[in-house]
């Protein structure tokens, strides 16, 4: 039964893919079981390949669930909507398109508002993220860091009801993605939309959500489920305290028995055990 | 900028304070450096010709085998003294508008269509193929049968020849649509008509201008040959006669009028491609 205070809610939900090459079906996800709630800020980490922006892609409507039911508010995701919006991991911009081309382009997409309006509210969404003075820059001219804050505004732009975030600093640098959850944090305090933030980066989970699950490997499912309470306002300064360590400790071990690899043949020191 | 000089160029740092990503080298680029390309590509083509007179003005052979560079210039002159050449450059000129410019059209709505729709492209995939790899030179008789030897029989080489490039790389231009673009589109619920214009179509533009100027080539060829099997007027037609009546340096005129043509219409076709590629950085 969906949880009715729920925003997005998923019950035993399942993802096949038909692999062309090997002529076989896979299953990426089977039996997720998980609830968001309304202005939450959830991350979901598992090991690479667990199906985790499988799931995401379901949750956004990009591809079709096999079983179970996902829904937003109550109704059945089928299909792509404006109350929901992606933060792509690859930025996806628009290469012939300035940065206000393609910070309106979500919206464009969607017919929902009119292109004056677009422009003056691109214009304040591109300030937020901190690329003011870069309206009329090539996407090719930007740094990575740059092109996500793009990425990113282009999704807020949509006013969604929930952001859908798929390993956005993944391909930036340490410092640059250490800034960018910083900023991330700082807008989603002004916004308070409820998030769905997808990574294998343990220390990025933590310091981002409310809530951080754990995906066991392939075909995954939730393997458990921890509280992050860590008082917000959070700086980067909260990644050294204890509580945060006991947090990492925990998600790691649970992370380490999906491993392929058996625990003890895994280089001693590797993160933060 | 010489291969060597590459490793002197500093590589862009990432520094989110550079508003755009510049050109850099350590040493102060002189002023004559901008001139380069024209300055050697002017002095070598001089070079070459000075060569050319040179061994022409020695008459190791006569006039009918190598013809120096200013009796082609003179031939040239003369053409358009006579007045005769404006029929011909009419002819050939209105064929090639006519059917490149049917291929341009009809190439971008079928590459485009079957680009987009795969089984329209099932479809169509092996008369494609088959059109392409035949030369289409081979049709001339045919053509000659059923349109005669005037201007339609040469329009129909033409566009066969423009036609297959073009739709080629439109197609092609289609089909590389960044599959991370198209997801993104979809993610926003974009329509397909909107992911058509505002995605396939601008990303597949550089694609099309490519298909475009190798079409002036096949165009270019098609006029030539058709002109010099059987037709009244055109340049083509003036240099095979000139060709079989020994006249040598009219014969090179009328090449050179073809080549600056072809030449011409290819610069054009590569501005109008820098124009749209406004967005990329300068590599140069």
């Known amino acids: ?273 | 900028m010489s291969i060597k000089e590459a490793d002197r160029v500093l590589p862009v740092t990432s520094g989110e304070s550079d508003s755009r990503r510049e050109k850099r080298s350590v040493v102060r680029p002189s002023r004559a450096k901008q001139y380069e390309p024209i300055v050697i590509g002017t002095l070598s083509v001089v070079i070459a010709l000075t060569a050319w007179q040179l061994v022409a003005n020695a008459r190791i052979m006569p006039v009918l085998f190598l013809p120096g560079p200013n009796d082609v210039a003179q031939a040239f002159v003369k053409l358009f003294q006579t007045g005769d050449i404006w029929l011909d450059i009419g002819t050939s000129g209105a064929e090639l508008g006519i059917g490149y410019g049917m291929a341009i059209v009809i190439g971008l709505v079928t590459g485009l269509l079957m680009g987009w729709y795969t089984r329209f492209q099932y479809a169509l995939d092996p008369f494609v193929n088959f059109f392409y790899s035949t030369p289409r030179i081979v049709l001339i008789p045919l053509f000659i049968i059923w349109f005669g030897i005037d201007m339609p029989s040469k329009i129909a080489v033409i566009f066969l020849g423009a036609l297959f490039p073009i739709i080629i790389n439109t197609m092609a231009g289609v089909r590389n649509t960044e599959a991370a673009l198209l997801r993104v589109a979809r993610s926003f619920g974009a329509s397909d008509a909107l992911i058509f214009r505002r995605v396939v179509l601008p990303g597949s533009v550089p694609f099309i201008l490519t298909g475009f100027r190798l079409g002036i080539g096949h165009a270019l060829t098609g006029v030539v040959v058709a002109e010099l099997i059987a037709a009244r007027h055109g340049v083509g037609q003036l240099i095979a006669i000139a060709g079989q009546t020994f006249q040598t340096p009219k014969m090179l005129a009328g090449v050179i009028l073809i080549a600056g043509t072809g030449m011409l219409l290819t610069t054009i076709l590569q501005r109008i491609e820098n124009r749209f590629q406004a967005w990329r950085p300068q590599i140069r």
């Open chain 1, 1 to 273: 039964m969906p949880d009715r205070s729920a925003k997005l809610s998923a019950n035993g939900v399942g993802i096949e893919y038909w692999l062309h090459r090997s002529k076989a079906l896979f299953t990426a996800v089977k039996g997720v079981d998980l609830t968001v709630r309304p202005g939450e800020f959830l991350a979901i980490v598992g090991p690479s390949g667990c199906g985790k922006t499988t799931f995401l892609n379901a949750v956004d409507g990009l591809i079709p669930i096999a079983e179970g039911s996902l829904t937003l508010d109550g109704r059945d995701i089928t299909k792509p909507g404006p109350d929901r919006a992606m933060v792509f991991q690859q930025p996806g911009l628009l290469p012939w398109r300035t940065v206000l081309g393609n910070v309106i382009f979500g919206v464009e997409a969607q017919g929902t508002m009119s292109k004056d309006e677009a422009i003056t509210r691109a214009k304040q969404q591109i300030e937020l993220v901190g690329l003011k003075g870069f309206e009329d820059a090539y996407p090719l001219e930007l740094s990575g860091g740059m092109q996500q804050r793009v990425n990113l505004a282009r999704a807020l732009l949509t006013d969604p009801e929930m952001l859908l975030l798929d390993e956005p600093f993944a391909a930036l640098d340490a410092q640059t993605r250490e800034m960018m959850q910083l900023e991330l944090l700082k807008i989603w305090s002004q916004t308070r939309k409820t998030a769905l933030f997808i990574t294998h980066d343990i220390k990025e989970a933590i310091y981002l959500a409310d809530r951080v699950i754990v995906f066991t490997r392939r075909p995954g499912r939730v393997k458990n489920e921890l509280e992050i309470n860590l008082s917000r306002p959070r700086d980067l300064r909260v990644k050294r305290d204890p509580q945060f360590l006991t947090y990492e400790d925990e998600i790691w071990e649970s992370i380490q028995e999906e491993l392929a690899v058996p625990a003890e043949r895994l280089i001693a020191g590797m993160p933060a055990a």
